[in-house]
């Protein structure tokens, strides 16, 4: 199940790489790249590795028979991140242009995409950890249907219907959208 999902995440993440290479100019698709790569660094800075301890800890608990203490466990671990994961969100969208100046082209458009990715920074932060949390469960489930396919398939979706606009923007919001949603569904 696990390695089917990969591969459907392989496949679809180069549809994604394509359709917006064959979309854009060679600028804007080396803007949106970078743009996306600094959000998802940040986004992993800010998660603190919770998504790892998550795991360790939800099979702990259930496996000492405390399970009952799952919910209190996700507010404290969720806490932090999702703390650290807004003040990055603020810091991102306040700091875009300055980042765009380091780390992109420098460029107003450059400024917009980290804007958009920090708008959406929390909602990434906070889906891998829930996502840590079902793996500690003993399933795989959740994270090959949500983040191996899920994800990937509404991410190129929405980027087909996005680059028809013919906006970079657009695109960049169309690949952070599905996190909202399935931040919910995890």
Not at 37 to 57: C, K, M
Not at 138 to 155: H, I, K
Request: avoid cysteine.
């Amino acid at each position: 199940q696990n390695v089917a999902a990969a591969a459907v995440a392989a496949g679809l993440g180069i549809a994604l790489s394509v359709v917006v290479a064959r979309s854009f100019s060679e600028g804007y698709t080396g803007l949106y790249f970078a743009a996306t790569s600094v959000g998802l660094l940040v986004a992993t800075i800010t998660r603190l590795g919770t998504s790892i301890g998550l795991v360790y800890w939800v099979a702990r608990l259930r496996e000492i028979g405390r399970a009952n203490e799952l919910q209190a466990l996700l507010r404290i671990a969720l806490r932090p991140i999702l703390a650290l994961s807004l003040l990055g969100a603020v810091a991102l969208f306040a700091g875009a242009p300055i980042a765009s100046d380091v780390l992109l082209d420098g460029s107003e458009t450059g400024t917009q995409l980290l804007r958009v990715l920090a708008l959406a920074l929390p909602a990434i932060v906070v889906f891998d950890a829930l996502l840590g949390a079902t793996r500690g469960l003993g399933t795989m489930a959740p994270t090959a249907g949500l983040d191996r396919v899920a994800r990937p398939a509404a991410q190129l979706l929405l980027t087909v219907g996005a680059a028809a606009m013919g906006s970079i923007v657009a695109v960049t919001a169309a690949w952070a959208l599905p996190y909202f949603a399935l931040v919910v569904i995890a």
